[in-house]
């Protein structure tokens, strides 16, 4: 018994180790690109000793895999479940819209749309890290066409694409210009889209 409850707090603090290092993984790709990640670094950010980083991830490549499913899970707290509470269609659209804008304007991560971010740095790869990001963006512009079918778009993947389009440029100049107003102008052309 008193093994199964040692092995049980490893496994908390494995999991706490793991969590905690995926989320620093994923502040700093969104200011420096995955590329940058380096097991000194999150060390130094973490508190974490490198062999205790490498114990629980075993190379950076893995690390790299957990900051995307990391960021993934961000997202669906910050921008998906919020809008999941309204009716499905053009309502859920506006309140997805608006939890989007929300969760930049929060800072939840220091260099702004995770997605963006890494979508750019790995577009052009192959790899488990940039099927991880295709997976992503994958999963985020299925929603989206979802959303669109319900709500009677005649075309929802390029509707999902015109509105990926401005949010990724809201979020670009935002952070280029440091002004949240691009979001604001982002979600508004976003929701004529809907409309």
């Known amino acids: 018994m008193a093994s199964d409850g040692a092995a049980d707090r490893r496994r908390a603090r494995g999991d706490a180790t793991r969590r905690k290092v995926a989320r620093k993984a994923a502040d700093i790709a969104t200011t420096h690109g995955l590329d940058s990640i380096t097991v000194g670094s999150l060390a130094a950010q973490t508190g974490v000793s490198k062999s205790g980083i490498l114990t629980v991830f075993g190379n950076r490549e893995a690390i790299q895999v957990a900051a995307v499913n990391e960021?993934?899970?961000?997202?669906?707290?910050?921008v998906i479940a919020p809008a999941?509470?309204?009716?499905?269609?053009?309502?859920r659209l506006?309140?997805?819209?608006?939890a989007w804008v929300a969760y930049l304007?929060?800072?939840?991560?220091?260099?702004?749309?995770?997605?963006?971010?890494?979508?750019?740095e790995y577009g052009h790869r192959d790899g488990p890290v940039a099927d991880a990001v295709r997976r992503l963006k994958r999963q985020w512009l299925d929603f989206l066409a979802a959303e669109l079918a319900i709500a009677n778009s005649g075309d929802p993947f390029g509707d999902a694409f015109r509105i990926d389009a401005f949010l990724n440029a809201g979020n670009n100049n935002r952070?280029?210009?440091?002004?949240?107003?691009?979001?604001?102008?982002?979600?508004?052309?976003?929701l004529q889209v809907i409309a």
């Open 105 to 120: 304007t929060a800072s939840t991560f220091p260099g702004g749309c995770f997605v963006a971010a890494t979508t750019v």
């Open 84 to 91: 999941l509470a309204a009716e499905p269609g053009k309502d």
């Open 175 to 190: 952070e280029l210009f440091t002004d949240d107003a691009e979001l604001e102008r982002a979600r508004d052309l976003a």
């Open 94 to 98: 506006r309140a997805l819209l608006d």
């Open 71 to 78: 960021a993934a899970q961000v997202y669906r707290e910050a």
